[in-house]
């Protein structure tokens, strides 16, 4: 990544909320951030880069804290920030680490070590500073990039590379350490499976559920997944989404099941009975398909393939449920063993 100090065009973006605001100068980001209307972890982008990043590493130098009054609170302590390195194929396949400003040292002896034969006990020497993972190799290792073998450079946010037998690639956003992980500094450690959450509020995400809608914005909001509605990857929505229509279906649904009660209450048809049961059974799992394919912020798989695998699933997990319960022998477990 550029630095900013090389770019004339002061023109940056930043993310309040989940919205992208901008362009402005870098200094008025940094005074809304000074004047605590903006958080220092907020994602900006200077404009022509093609990755976000946090506000207290891209815009360091305008966030020097000022001196403190005697007997002033101390303040928080600075954010650290790391990138992910993960290995998606290949001998050290699922295996993530966090590189963070300290230089460390990746191999088969580096504490938590490869399993891949070809990558030496000590290989590359790796640290994330300005935003960028720089690296260098030790005498007689290497890494291969595009097909080049290289033993010193940078690496871009999501640039792939090889170490050994293995491809790695780098995350393409900092992540934020803190807790445990912060207190670590640039050592090397093991990711979770997830990143923290980060903006996540769920008065929210649900702010919207109940907000008026023009009778064309429904048929827009439903038309997705194809290559002509799906939005290009620049044009994703960030932040958290907000989905509204699953609530309409649910109080939709509900609606009709209790439409149809009070029809079998008044009639006492049996033939009601039949589509009692399918609309009360059908009332929450619709509904949280349709919450599911709402949070499916990408826009680019359709409902109609949404309904296609949730039906099929249903009837491969009958069946898969069925041929165990004969095979298990579990009845003596009563209702119990459906659970199971």
């Known amino acids: 990544m550029p630095d900013p100090a090389e770019n004339s065009v002061d023109h940056w973006y930043y993310l309040d909320g989940q919205e992208t605001r901008g362009p402005v100068p870098s200094a008025e980001i940094a005074k809304l951030i000074q004047a605590g209307s903006l958080s220092a972890s907020a994602q900006v982008a200077q404009a022509g880069w093609q990755t976000w990043s946090p506000a207290s590493t891209a815009l360091a130098h305008l966030l020097t804290p000022a001196p403190q009054a005697p007997g002033a609170v101390k303040a928080a302590e600075p954010l650290t920030y790391a990138i992910k390195l993960q290995c998606v194929s290949g001998p050290d396949s699922g295996k993530a680490y966090m590189i963070s400003l300290a230089e460390v040292s990746l191999g088969r002896v580096s504490g938590i070590g490869q399993n891949d034969p070809q990558v030496a006990e000590n290989h590359v020497v790796l640290s994330w500073q300005r935003n960028v993972l720089q690296f260098r190799t030790f005498p007689g290792t290497k890494l291969r990039m595009a097909g080049v073998d290289v033993m010193q450079g940078t690496l871009s946010n999501g640039q792939q590379f090889q170490l050994g037998a293995s491809t790695w690639q780098v995350g393409s956003a ?88 009070q029809m079998f209450d008044l009639s006492n048809n049996p033939r009601i009975v039949p589509g009692l049961i399918v609309m009360g059974s059908l009332v929450i799992p619709l509904a949280t398909v349709f919450l599911f394919w709402e949070l499916n912020t990408p826009r680019n798989i359709s409902f109609h393939m949404v309904l296609i695998l949730v039906c099929l699933g249903g009837v491969i997990s009958l069946a898969v449920s069925l041929i165990a319960f004969d095979v298990a022998h579990l009845e003596w477990l009563g209702a119990a063993s459906a659970g199971i």
């Open 174 to 261: 900092p992540v934020e350490l803190t807790g445990l992980l912060g207190t670590l500094g640039a050592r090397l450690a093991k990711l979770t499976s997830t990143d923290k959450l980060e903006g996540f509020s769920l008065t929210a995400v649900f702010s919207e559920v109940f907000k008026g809608r023009k009778p064309g914005e429904l048929e827009d909001y439903l038309i997705v997944g194809t290559p002509k509605t799906t939005p290009h990857l620049d044009d994703v929505q960030t932040g958290w989404p907000k989905p509204w229509f699953f609530m309409r279906v649910l109080i939709f649904m509900a609606v009709v099941y209790f439409i149809s009660y």
